[in-house]
């Protein structure tokens, strides 16, 4: 599944390390993620929604 969050990451000038420590994951997670590698839980998903001011509809394409 595709996603937006290094674009939304980036335009909020956080860098994946920043993202981990918001979200409670390490940066290797953030960048599985980013890279389609992992799909996060529904939480993490959640989580990541809120940090970054959007809704996990807008998050992940599918």
Same mark, same amino acid.
Request: charged letters at 30%; a positive charge.
């Given at each position: 599944?595709?996603?937006?969050?290094?674009?939304?990451?980036?335009?909020?000038?956080?860098? /994946?390390?920043?993202?981990?420590?918001?979200?409670?994951?390490?940066? /290797?997670?953030?960048?599985?993620?980013?890279?389609?590698?992992?799909?996060?839980?529904?939480?993490?998903?959640?989580?990541?929604?809120?940090?970054?001011?959007?809704?996990?509809?807008?998050?992940?394409?599918?």
């Amino acid at each position: 599944m595709k996603n937006n969050i290094k674009e939304l990451r980036t335009k909020l000038k956080l860098s /994946q390390k920043d993202l981990a420590n918001m979200c409670k994951v390490s940066r /290797q997670t953030i960048n599985a993620i980013e890279n389609d590698k992992y799909s996060p839980s529904l939480e993490l998903a959640f989580d990541l929604a809120k940090v970054l001011n959007t809704s996990v509809d807008e998050l992940f394409i599918p």
